[in-house]
């Protein structure tokens, strides 16, 4: 239902076309680029990705929160190829909520605060025990990706598979569904990751039908009235392509934020306010940068003309930065006063994993970093090299730990 | 058009007029009242529209659902008896002169 003619239209009231922006710029330096775009055209259609940016706060947030006119489903993306299904976060309406649902037990409070929570604080200590002393080491690699996977596995019940599995099938999730060219090489890679996951999750269901616990694969199959099993499988492995590297990327970031600003991190220490730290990391770069939603209806956006099926892109990595809400929204600053972010998203598909990331990133993983390591130094920031377009992060966290 | 006053966690008061139909987070966010942050849209996903609804209004209101409930565990502040989801509240001609008092933080 989604999906539009381009030609016929070229009337001025629609958005402008940009011809100028390339994929390889957004994905080095999407930020300077949205700075412009806020300012000469919040909306915008870019040529060479095929759908129409908006970059204004206001704007990102209004298309997630109205459902009813702007639709998850967009059935023209690798999405679906690289995910052997239609999964839930491209749904929309009670067909959404169902599957959603079905997963929602596992991230009750009660499981949080009695079972997650204290998995993964004790994870997080074995994990930095781990980590070698007086050496350069790179902390993505050695604890932001690992760690990670590790508690994502425990969650989902499947924790037989190893942090390398759990790495590795996210990437080819990841690569697969941003395989805009539709080349072959990375349906390929996630198809035999399909294969893999399959085992791996069919090997748990007779156990855990013995035994039920609280994972995400014990709920869905135990539930009085279950979904099908392919949307099981299909909901474990959004969780796997999405419950990875923002958790990784998010901690890296906040960690290069804190080091790279002494007298701010002094002040944290200080105050003990890691969670303001945390929040300001996932404004300053949004882990997952945009979410796309398709028109259902003829519409208008800041006066601009939206035709019914046009793909819209909310980039919440520019709401983020833009100058309506933050002063200098280019810098990190966890002294800021607190300004709401958009990179949990926002309506029906908010974030499922909010609450566990900001209790064990925000109010675990970075007072107990800083506590076993007071003197971290990041070894040549300045290398540091930032990296993505539909998600974004810091490709390496070199640090010394004493 | 029913009015709704948000009490901040310091006193101070602000009095808007809501359309009828809205929910209170709603009326908040479209009249700039600081103290709801409704990440998600009123979808009961996130608990940051936390609000005590004002003791002489609860029973009009009426108090929080099992479901409400269980998402208010996830709430910033301290959770009371007369804390609810104001995105899950709807404003009628009923609730013209309702009160609420923010807490002190959604986050
Ligand atoms: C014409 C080119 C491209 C277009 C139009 C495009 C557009 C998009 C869109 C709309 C999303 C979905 C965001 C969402 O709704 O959640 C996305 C996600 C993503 N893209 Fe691209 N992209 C392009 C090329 C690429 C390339 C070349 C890469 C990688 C090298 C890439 C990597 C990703 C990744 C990793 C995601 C997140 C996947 C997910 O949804 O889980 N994209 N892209
Ligand atoms: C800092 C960490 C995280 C960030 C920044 C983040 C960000 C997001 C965003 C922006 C969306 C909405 C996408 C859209 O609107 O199209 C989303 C959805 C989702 N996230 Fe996260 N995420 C994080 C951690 C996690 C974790 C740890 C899990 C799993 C355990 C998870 C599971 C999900 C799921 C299942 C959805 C889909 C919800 C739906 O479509 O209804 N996330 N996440
Ligand atoms: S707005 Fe998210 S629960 Fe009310």
């Given at each position: 239902m989604c999906g539009?003619?381009?030609?016929?239209?070229?009337?001025?009231?629609?958005?402008?076309?940009?011809e100028t922006i390339?994929i390889?710029q957004l994905?080095r330096?999407?930020?300077?680029?949205?700075?412009?775009?806020?300012?000469?055209a919040p909306?915008?259609?870019?040529?060479?990705i095929?759908?129409?940016?908006?970059?204004?706060?206001?704007?990102?947030?209004?298309v997630?929160?109205?459902?009813?006119l702007?639709?998850?489903?967009?059935p023209?993306?690798?999405?679906?190829?690289?995910?052997?299904?239609?999964?839930?976060?491209?749904?929309?309406?009670?067909?959404?909520?169902r599957?959603?649902?079905?997963?929602?037990?596992?991230?009750?409070?009660?499981?949080l605060?009695?079972?997650?929570?204290?998995?993964?604080?004790?994870?997080?200590?074995?994990?930095?025990?781990?980590?070698?002393?007086?050496?350069v080491?790179?902390?993505?690699?050695a604890?932001?990706?690992?760690?990670?996977?590790?508690?994502?596995?425990?969650?989902?019940?499947?924790?037989?598979?190893?942090?390398?599995?759990?790495?590795?099938?996210?990437?080819?999730?990841?690569?697969?569904?941003?395989n805009?060219?539709y080349?072959?090489?990375?349906?390929?890679?996630?198809?035999?990751?399909h294969?893999?996951?399959?085992?791996?999750?069919?090997?748990?269901?007779?156990?855990?039908?013995?035994?039920?616990?609280?994972?995400?694969?014990?709920?869905?199959i135990?539930?009085?009235?279950p979904?099908?099993?392919?949307?099981?499988?299909?909901n474990?492995k959004?969780?796997?392509?999405?419950?990875?590297?923002?958790?990784?990327d998010?901690?890296?970031?906040?960690?290069?934020?804190?080091l790279?600003?002494?007298?701010?991190?002094?002040?944290?220490?200080?105050?003990?306010n890691?969670?303001?730290?945390?929040?300001?990391?996932?404004?300053w770069?949004?882990?997952?940068?945009?979410?796309?939603?398709?028109?259902?209806?003829?519409?208008?956006i800041?006066?601009?003309d939206?035709?019914?099926?046009?793909?819209?892109?909310?980039?919440?990595?520019?709401?983020?930065?833009?100058?309506?809400?933050f002063e200098d929204?280019?810098?990190?600053?966890?002294?800021?006063?607190?300004?709401?972010?958009?990179?949990?998203?926002?309506?029906?598909?908010?974030?499922?994993?909010?609450?566990?990331?900001?209790a064990?990133?925000?109010?675990?993983?970075?007072?107990?970093?800083?506590?076993r390591?007071p003197?971290m130094?990041?070894?040549?920031?300045?290398?540091?090299?930032?990296w993505?377009?539909?998600?974004?992060?810091?490709l390496?966290?070199?640090?010394?730990?004493? | 058009?029913?009015?709704?006053?948000?009490?901040?966690p310091?006193?101070?008061?602000?009095?808007?007029?809501?359309?009828?139909?809205?929910?209170?987070?709603?009326?908040?966010?479209?009249?700039?009242?600081?103290g709801?942050?409704?990440?998600?849209?009123?979808?009961?996903?996130c608990?940051?529209?936390?609000?005590y609804?004002?003791?002489?209004?609860?029973?009009r209101?009426?108090?929080?659902?099992?479901?409400?409930?269980?998402m208010?565990?996830?709430?910033?502040?301290?959770?009371?008896?007369e804390?609810?989801?104001?995105?899950?509240i709807?404003?009628t001609?009923?609730l013209?002169?309702?009160?609420?008092?923010?807490?002190?933080?959604?986050?």
């Amino acid at each position: 239902m989604c999906g539009m003619a381009w030609e016929g239209y070229a009337t001025m009231a629609f958005a402008p076309i940009d011809e100028t922006i390339n994929i390889d710029q957004l994905t080095r330096d999407p930020y300077s680029i949205y700075r412009r775009l806020r300012a000469e055209a919040p909306v915008v259609t870019v040529k060479s990705i095929g759908r129409t940016l908006l970059t204004k706060a206001a704007d990102t947030r209004a298309v997630k929160d109205n459902a009813a006119l702007f639709s998850n489903n967009d059935p023209n993306t690798p999405m679906q190829r690289a995910f052997q299904a239609h999964t839930l976060m491209r749904k929309d309406g009670e067909e959404h909520m169902r599957e959603r649902m079905a997963m929602t037990p596992t991230f009750s409070p009660a499981n949080l605060k009695t079972l997650w929570i204290p998995a993964y604080e004790k994870l997080a200590g074995e994990y930095l025990d781990r980590l070698p002393r007086d050496e350069v080491v790179d902390l993505f690699p050695a604890l932001a990706g690992p760690l990670a996977a590790r508690i994502l596995a425990i969650i989902l019940g499947i924790p037989d598979a190893t942090d390398e599995e759990m790495q590795y099938w996210s990437q080819a999730l990841i690569d697969g569904a941003g395989n805009f060219g539709y080349a072959d090489e990375p349906f390929a890679r996630v198809d035999a990751c399909h294969a893999a996951m399959n085992a791996m999750v069919e090997s748990r269901v007779p156990l855990l039908k013995a035994e039920p616990d609280q994972s995400a694969l014990s709920v869905m199959i135990n539930a009085e009235d279950p979904i099908p099993f392919s949307q099981v499988l299909a909901n474990l492995k959004i969780a796997i392509g999405g419950g990875i590297n923002e958790p990784r990327d998010s901690l890296l970031t906040v960690l290069f934020g804190l080091l790279t600003n002494p007298d701010q991190l002094d002040e944290i220490k200080r105050t003990g306010n890691w969670s303001t730290a945390f929040e300001e990391g996932l404004r300053w770069v949004a882990p997952i940068q945009a979410s796309s939603r398709c028109a259902r209806e003829d519409t208008q956006i800041r006066g601009v003309d939206i035709r019914k099926g046009e793909i819209l892109m909310t980039v919440q990595a520019s709401a983020n930065h833009d100058e309506e809400l933050f002063e200098d929204g280019h810098l990190y600053n966890a002294l800021r006063p607190k300004s709401p972010h958009q990179s949990f998203g926002s309506g029906p598909h908010h974030c499922m994993g909010t609450h566990l990331a900001r209790a064990t990133i925000g109010k675990i993983m970075l007072p107990m970093i800083f506590e076993r390591f007071p003197d971290m130094q990041l070894v040549e920031p300045e290398k540091v090299v930032w990296w993505g377009f539909g998600f974004r992060g810091p490709l390496s966290l070199p640090v010394k730990l004493n | 058009m029913p009015k709704i006053t948000f009490v901040s966690p310091e006193g101070g008061r602000t009095t808007v007029e809501a359309s009828d139909g809205d929910s209170v987070m709603q009326t908040a966010l479209a009249n700039g009242v600081e103290g709801i942050v409704a990440e998600c849209g009123g979808a009961m996903m996130c608990a940051t529209c936390h609000c005590y609804v004002d003791e002489d209004w609860l029973a009009r209101t009426g108090t929080a659902s099992d479901e409400e409930r269980s998402m208010l565990d996830f709430a910033a502040s301290e959770v009371r008896p007369e804390s609810r989801l104001s995105c899950q509240i709807t404003v009628t001609g009923d609730l013209d002169g309702l009160t609420v008092h923010l807490p002190d933080a959604q986050i």
